[in-house]
């Protein structure tokens, strides 16, 4: 076997930081087999049945954590999700304590969302649980990273050499940490865009294009990514108002219409309609948003199922 | 290292396979093969278009990887793991009699597993099986419908199918085992 990845090296997904290209490409290449037990009758599979799964969210999602229990599901895991607002946690439990309690359990699987940088590491030196980052902070967020490529790849057949657009608060986002670590490990040439507020230092160092100019950021791409304005992070006067936003970086069809022909325009959700993107381009010919959450389920089984169900590979039929 | 069958006697052996098939089924009517990735793959559509030209249509073809059902999965967590491939059965398998193919029967593990992933797919009016090699030390009541050649072996041993699709060439052979687990 050349260089292809067979397994992943580390016992946690903490972040695209930590994988190599051949691994994230094991990551896609098992995820194109998971997205077709969605299409079957019975869309479960045995894989990981008799593992448990804990999902621990400390910040409100429904997309990702829906997402992680139905890949969960899917792959015949036991799975529970506590919501940290009837848990233990408002009792004044730290993380660390909260996860020793879950780890004498003995889970195979924690999947951790964490409004603070850093959370998924901290659990991975303490548990022998396989962590899973679902978000942490402004950080990572590595599952949506890979599924932003697997529907790129879906879509162009290829991730080397397509201009990559990413357009809105780069400064918070860990979805943007993690796509551009992954985009530019894969070869991608990956522009930037945001007002300079939003725009975080040293993006060059990085391999990415930093630009404030939108057009610039657009022209000739082949792949759109909005980001959310997060609305709750925005006291800070990044910017004057929300319809100053829309009316300089909102995606709208004219300046879509500088991208390539086939341009694909992807968002991670949620949406907010008329101030990063406007409804006629969210609802688009091109808008592949609906995808992404769909493929979000396969990418996530593929990574549950490689960090725990890998076995030893029995050469005999 | 002998060789089991050449090019040659692998086509034949699979024209007589195709023919019994035909015997047993009276004709393709309701039949679809399906495949078990890797090599049953490539064999059964080489099956399907041996079919195809004695019945003078096309046999619906597929193709199931059994990575997900295998039952030593969790066995050990070191080492390779398998390579989960895409599963494409484009048709409906509901009353249908499924051929499913492999290239060697060995314990009988992978079948089960593909049986398993099948059942899932629908309820088949019936699942019959071809494997090019039966080398037997099945470790489960499981029996093949259609034999390419039976072969004795020892533990210490492995059978080789090497199929044009996928290694450059055809032929099956006894080997060595390599050192690993017992």
Redesign the interface.
Known sequence: MSDAATRLRGKDLLGIADLTAAEITLVLDTAEAMKEIASRPIKKVPALRGKTVVNLFYEPSTRTRTSFEIAEKRLSADTLSIAIASSSVVKGETLVDTALNLEAMAPDIIVLRHGSSGACHLLSRICRAAIVNAGDGMHEHPTQGLLDAFTIRERKGRLAGLKVAIVGDLLHSRVFRSNILLLTKMGADVWGCGPPTLLPPGLEQLGVHPTSRVEEAVRDADVVMMLRIQLERMQGGFFPSLREYFNVFGMTPERVALAKPDAIIMHPGPMNRGVEIASEVADGPGSVILDQVANGVAVRMAVLFLLAGGGEHVAAA | MPVLMDRERMSRTLTRIAHEIIERNRGVDDLALVGVRTRGVPIARRLAATLGEIAGREVPTGAL?I????D?????????????????IPFSIDATHIVLV??????GR?IRAAL??LI???RPQSIQLVVLVDRGHRELPIKADYVGKNVPTSLRE??QVRIEEIDGRDEVVIEPA?K??A
Do not use: H, K, W
């Open positions: 990887d990575t997900l059902y295998r030593d999965l969790m066995m050990n967590a070191v080492g390779p793991q398998p390579i989960v491939r895409r599963t494409e492999d290239d060697v029967l060995f314990t992978t398993d992933a899932d797919f629908g492995t059978v390599e690993g687990p």
